[in-house]
């Protein structure tokens, strides 16, 4: 599945941070939206409180379906190419 397949109401596993916490985060997807950043509800879950707020595509690892069963998000080149450029940019 490709980022862009991303539809409101799914939940996604996204990329712990590793200050906060080493495990992953949980959360729903709040837009239809495309492009390099998706609106998602955070679960409080794994030392993480809940929120709201946006997220690169590239923190989305997989789509859990109602059964739990993972699957693989990737990202197009293209939009691998804008987070590239936006990583040089910001963090040198």
């Keep these: 599945m490709t980022h862009n397949d991303l539809k409101k109401g799914m939940r996604v596993q996204l990329t712990p941070i590793p200050v906060l916490s080493s495990e992953p985060r949980f ?8 492009g390099i950043t998706r609106m998602v ?8 409180f809940a929120d709201m707020g946006s997220v690169y595509v590239n923190e989305i690892e997989y789509v859990l379906y ?3 069963m993972p699957e693989p998000v990737e990202v197009s080149e293209a939009h691998k190419k804008k987070l590239d450029t936006l990583t040089k940019l910001h963090w040198g």
């Design 27 to 34: 959360a729903k997807i709040m837009d239809n939206m495309k």
């Design 41 to 48: 509800h955070i679960e409080e879950k794994n030392g993480y």
């Design 66 to 68: 109602p059964d739990d």
